[in-house]
């Protein structure tokens, strides 16, 4: 790779364990109080895969140059790890980003993310890192890479300066967003990035069918079968680290679950010889079918059907919240999803709209 790919004033591409440590060497060693504020992206591709692969960090620090990590190359993310146990990191919408440094050990002090700073004050939750650059900042940000293959090497000029691009203006849109906020809303901004900003709990393969839509539709013993093959392809796609479609499609798995038999045809799937043909697996599956269960193991919920009162209710909660959320200038869709009304006036305990800020926003809800 040229020198001029390698790095410019703004931003280092890093692809070995040295450059990494004395990079994160430079940020200890600059004086910056701790917790560091961060900015972070990442670049992924997800095409051939069961997870998504992890091309490219992107660190800003304020006084460094960028860091554009290279993760396909042979290098110790240790030095980076130590920085981020002792860092606040900025993302923009970033639960994929999250998930992604989560899975490689990258764990920081507290995650923040400018999407949800600008959801505490305006009525829209949704807006682009590129459009906050232009109406904050007045920086319009080429995004032509958008869609670039990350796997591929060497990375593209263009492509290095829309990734440094990505993080070089977070930091300052966090600010500017972060101080227009009360206090009030300042602890309510806290408190949700803590609470979107989780552990996830992992894949489970036995929760896979209820991506299914038709299986909720079948009788109980269709539905038994339904759940068993779709745990059983989750766990190959999963050992195999390629998308379950490639195993079977969703059609061929509900005609197996209503026959308990190979579906007709399953031979002309498009990934068939590649992987269902090969390694036993089809040997696997006729012994998967022959032990199909009789009843579900998981349970069908069944969601009411909302009555007319319900309905008015939902109705007028749905009223409340909007007044309140106008009122002081929160998204509404950041308060409540479809669900939360429903849940609320079956269960107004176990809501989170009776809960934390959400609570302290809405006051008694009219249920």
Same mark, same amino acid.
């Given at each position: 790779?040229? &020198?001029?790919?390698?790095?410019?004033?703004?931003?280092?591409?890093?692809?070995?364990?040295?450059?990494?440590?004395?990079?994160?060497?430079?940020?200890?060693?600059?004086?910056?109080?701790?917790?560091?504020?961060?900015?972070?992206?990442?670049?992924?591709?997800?095409?051939?895969?069961?997870?998504? *692969?992890?091309?490219?960090?992107?660190?800003?620090?304020?006084?460094?140059?960028?860091?554009?990590?290279?993760? *396909?190359?042979?290098?110790?993310?240790?030095?980076?790890?130590?920085i981020f146990a002792d860092a606040q990191v900025i993302l923009h919408s970033g639960s994929q980003?999250?998930?992604?440094?989560?899975?490689?050990?990258?764990?920081?002090?507290?995650?923040?993310?400018?999407?949800?700073?600008?959801?505490?004050?305006?009525?829209?939750?949704?807006?682009?890192? *590129?459009?906050?650059? *232009?109406?904050?900042?007045?920086?319009?940000?080429?995004?032509?890479?958008?869609?670039?293959?990350?796997?591929?090497?060497?990375?593209?000029?263009?492509?290095?300066?829309?990734?440094?691009?990505?993080?070089?203006?977070?930091?300052?849109?966090?600010?500017?967003?972060?101080?227009?906020?009360?206090?009030?809303?300042?602890?309510?901004?806290?408190?949700?990035?803590?609470?979107?900003?989780?552990?996830?709990?992992?894949?489970?393969?036995?929760?896979?069918?209820?991506?299914?839509?038709?299986?909720?539709?079948?009788?109980?013993?269709?539905?038994?079968?339904?759940?068993?093959?779709?745990?059983?392809?989750?766990?190959?796609?999963?050992?195999?680290?390629?998308?379950?479609?490639?195993?079977?499609?969703?059609?061929?798995?509900?005609?197996?679950?209503?026959?308990?038999?190979?579906?007709?045809?399953?031979?002309?799937?498009?990934?068939?010889?590649?992987?269902?043909?090969?390694?036993?697996?089809?040997?696997?599956?006729?012994?998967?079918?022959?032990?199909?269960?009789?009843?579900?193991?998981?349970?069908?919920? &069944?969601?009411?059907?909302?009555?007319?009162?319900?309905?008015?209710?939902?109705?007028?909660?749905?009223?409340?919240?909007?007044?309140?959320?106008?009122? &002081?200038?929160?998204?509404?869709?950041?308060?409540?999803?479809?669900?939360d009304y429903q849940k609320a006036l079956l269960n107004p305990e176990q809501s989170r709209l009776?809960?934390?800020?959400?609570?302290?926003?809405?006051?008694?809800?009219?249920?």
């Amino acid at each position: 790779m040229s &020198k001029s790919q390698s790095s410019n004033s703004k931003f280092q591409l890093i692809s070995d364990s040295a450059t990494l440590s004395n990079w994160c060497q430079s940020l200890r060693s600059q004086g910056h109080e701790k917790p560091y504020l961060l900015a972070v992206d990442t670049e992924f591709t997800r095409r051939d895969t069961y997870f998504p *692969q992890l091309n490219l960090i992107q660190v800003s620090a304020n006084s460094l140059p960028i860091a554009l990590i290279d993760v *396909q190359s042979s290098l110790s993310l240790a030095p980076l790890c130590e920085i981020f146990a002792d860092a606040q990191v900025i993302l923009h919408s970033g639960s994929q980003d999250y998930t992604l440094l989560d899975g490689i050990g990258l764990r920081p002090l507290r995650y923040l993310d400018t999407q949800l700073a600008y959801a505490f004050q305006n009525e829209a939750s949704q807006v682009s890192y *590129q459009n906050l650059a *232009q109406s904050l900042l007045g920086v319009s940000l080429d995004k032509s890479s958008t869609q670039s293959d990350w796997s591929a090497r060497p990375l593209s000029d263009d492509q290095l300066t829309y990734a440094s691009e990505d993080v070089e203006y977070l930091i300052e849109i966090h600010s500017s967003l972060a101080s227009s906020l009360s206090d009030e809303k300042q602890r309510w901004y806290q408190e949700e990035c803590t609470a979107q900003y989780q552990p996830s709990p992992g894949t489970d393969p036995e929760s896979a069918w209820q991506k299914i839509g038709a299986l909720h539709l079948s009788h109980d013993r269709e539905l038994a079968a339904g759940q068993a093959l779709a745990a059983w392809r989750e766990r190959i796609a999963i050992s195999l680290d390629v998308p379950k479609k490639w195993i079977f499609d969703d059609d061929a798995l509900l005609l197996m679950a209503k026959h308990r038999s190979l579906a007709r045809g399953i031979q002309k799937q498009r990934y068939y010889k590649r992987y269902l043909g090969q390694n036993n697996l089809l040997a696997e599956l006729k012994a998967a079918l022959e032990s199909l269960p009789e009843a579900p193991t998981h349970t069908r919920i &069944k969601p009411r059907k909302p009555s007319a009162s319900d309905k008015s209710a939902i109705n007028t909660l749905k009223l409340h919240i909007a007044s309140r959320c106008e009122a &002081k200038h929160v998204s509404v869709s950041l308060v409540a999803n479809r669900d939360d009304y429903q849940k609320a006036l079956l269960n107004p305990e176990q809501s989170r709209l009776t809960q934390g800020w959400r609570a302290e926003l809405l006051g008694d809800l009219p249920i």
